[in-house]
């Protein structure tokens, strides 16, 4: 690769070759990774570069290189780092009251409330603060709604999810993970759950019975190495739970908000979920917000004492959330999602021939190269051409930059896979 100049910090989003300099034994780097290796627990398998700062989709690290952010915080920074009116916004609201607990109401809670209500096409939101709390609260939602709407007898309420699914990591979503890594040693679970093959709709149909509540989907299996469903199979899912009186719940955490090239992943098939899960760029990544977005029939099942967060619906996270999307809304993100994502795809199919690629796919800017092979010596590879992608599931590499990035940027990104998987 040619190292040709170093792009001052903080400078305009402009595509160019960042001089990559390894770090070395007694680097800036090898410190701060000595230091929480030895201190913060060890759950996580990072690349190893430590950010210190950001912009729009260029992060850098702390000996001065450049990248391009290619996964976003799991797409938590659609709106890309540090977007500016994210950070008006949080700082402003930091100066003037940051947390009253729902003890008390607040100023930003109820703009936040209509207008992500209205943004889903929905009538009542509920807080939280982390996708996986968010979760938790559409299964106590889907489950009081099974006995008090439904009728289902006391304590048999059961729901459908899939196989290879993520929902988040607390004992009860994991206790439905079929993935073993996520499970082991963790137990006991909690019941009431069972598992079909996504995108099977007759394995739907056959697990659905009286005593369920609800279907819990990801729209595009994300973590599990972006596995697309079946064309049709979202339209069919929804269709058999109307007929079958069964909540869908879409897991929206990661493909909502623009991500697919649409609002909600559920949009290419025209599908409105019972219940939305929102999160991650719900906030564009500046601080933890998220939300269950659903009927009055199914969230006004909640009264006071049933469920609560003393962060969840705070002024600080509300009012940027709500900002973040205004963003989404103002600088058109789901539009752009789409046009890239479409436009990016295709270029990468035509251009990508390495013999370890199995397949190119996914849908706006959330993309993957699947590999026959571990992927994470390849995103080592690319960390050292100045592109940021993390290994998901093995052998699948994301590629989910902000949806700020311009066509200049990928096609920047896209020199370097060539590079690598050419
Ligand atoms: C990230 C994610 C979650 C969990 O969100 P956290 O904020 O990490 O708890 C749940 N579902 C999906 C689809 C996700 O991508």
Not at 49 to 57: F, K, M, P, Q, Y
Not at 90 to 111: D, I, K
Not at 354 to 373: F, K, Q, T, Y
């Amino acid at each position: 690769m040619s190292a040709s100049r170093t792009l001052s910090p903080g400078a305009p989003n402009t595509p160019d070759t960042p001089t990559v300099v390894h770090a070395f034994a007694g680097s800036a780097t090898d410190a701060y990774i000595a230091r929480e290796e030895a201190f913060g627990a060890h759950n996580y398998h990072p690349l190893d570069l430590v950010i210190d700062h950001a912009e729009g989709v260029w992060v850098t690290d702390v000996e001065g290189n450049r990248y391009v952010d290619c996964l976003s915080a799991y797409s938590a920074v659609n709106q890309g780092h540090c977007h500016p009116r994210l950070v008006r916004a949080l700082v402003q609201q930091a100066s003037r009251v940051t947390l009253t607990s729902r003890a008390f109401r607040n100023t930003e809670l109820p703009a936040f409330c209509e207008t992500l209500a209205a943004l889903c096409g929905m009538e009542m939101v509920l807080p939280m603060n982390t996708g996986a709390e968010a979760v938790e609260t559409a299964i106590k939602a889907a489950r009081r709604w099974g006995y008090r709407v439904k009728g289902i007898p006391a304590g048999r309420a059961q729901i459908v999810a899939f196989t290879n699914n993520f929902h988040g990591r607390t004992t009860t979503i994991v206790g439905f993970s079929s993935e073993p890594e996520y499970r082991a040693d963790f137990g006991p679970f909690t019941p009431g759950f069972s598992l079909v093959p996504f995108g099977d709709i007759d394995a739907v149909r056959a697990a659905i019975t009286d005593d369920t509540c609800a279907v819990l989907v990801e729209p595009i299996q994300c973590e599990a190495g972006v596995i697309m469903p079946p064309d049709g199979f979202l339209r069919a899912l929804a269709d058999e739970c109307r007929a079958r009186h069964v909540l869908l719940i879409a897991d929206e955490i990661q493909t909502g908000l623009g991500r697919t090239g649409r609002r909600f992943a559920c949009d290419h098939e025209g599908v409105v979920p019972d219940l939305y899960v929102l999160g991650k760029a719900l906030s564009g990544g500046m601080y933890p917000v998220s939300a269950v977005v659903s009927r009055r029939e199914v969230l006004g099942l909640l009264g006071p004492g049933s469920h609560g967060s003393t962060f969840g619906g705070n002024p600080l996270g509300t009012a940027v959330a709500r900002e973040a999307l205004q963003v989404m809304v103002d600088e058109r993100l789901p539009e752009r999602a789409d046009a890239l994502g479409t436009a990016w795809l295709a270029e990468l199919r035509a251009r990508l021939h390495h013999p370890a690629i199995v397949d190119v796919r996914g849908r706006g800017l959330m993309l993957a190269i699947e590999l026959r092979e571990p992927a994470r010596p390849y995103c080592e590879a690319l960390k050292t051409l100045g592109v940021l992608c993390k290994e998901t599931h093995g052998t699948v590499i994301r590629l989910s930059p902000p949806l700020i990035v311009t066509a200049e940027e990928l096609a920047w990104v896209t020199e370097r896979l060539v590079e690598v998987l050419g």
